[in-house]
């Protein structure tokens, strides 16, 4: 079991959500959130999760315990969606392994 974190801006939410149906995960929750960026240098904007020049923005957390057998379906969504994009705001997916849970 895995804990699946994804954050992108709140405009992908429905993609997001496509790509958990794809992988089959069954249950999952989200909020939505304000994502932070302290840097809005030309570098930075370039750089960052976001895309944009703005400071704050309207994005979304997405988490989700997932059996291990789905993860990877889950990132090469991701990264297929991410590479058709031409914003520079991205969806954004993180695993942590589960030690133990009740």
């Known amino acids: 079991m895995k804990l699946l974190l ?3 801006v709140a405009a ?4 997001v959500k ?15 959130v304000i994502g ?23 994005s979304v957390l997405f988490y989700a315990f997932v059996p291990t057998e789905n ?6 969504a991701v990264k297929e969606f991410n590479a058709t994009q031409e914003t520079l705001s991205h969806i954004h997916v993180a695993v ?3 030690e133990k849970s009740n």
């Open 6 to 8: 994804i954050t992108a």
């Open 12 to 15: 992908y939410t429905k993609e």
């Open 36 to 58: 932070c960026s302290n840097d809005v240098s030309e570098n930075a904007i370039e750089s960052n999760w976001f895309g944009t020049e703005r400071n704050e923005n309207e």
């Open 71 to 76: 993860v990877a379906t889950v990132f090469d």
């Open 18 to 32: 496509h790509i958990l149906k794809i992988a089959q995960v069954k249950a999952y929750s989200y909020k939505e």
């Open 96 to 98: 942590i392994k589960i």
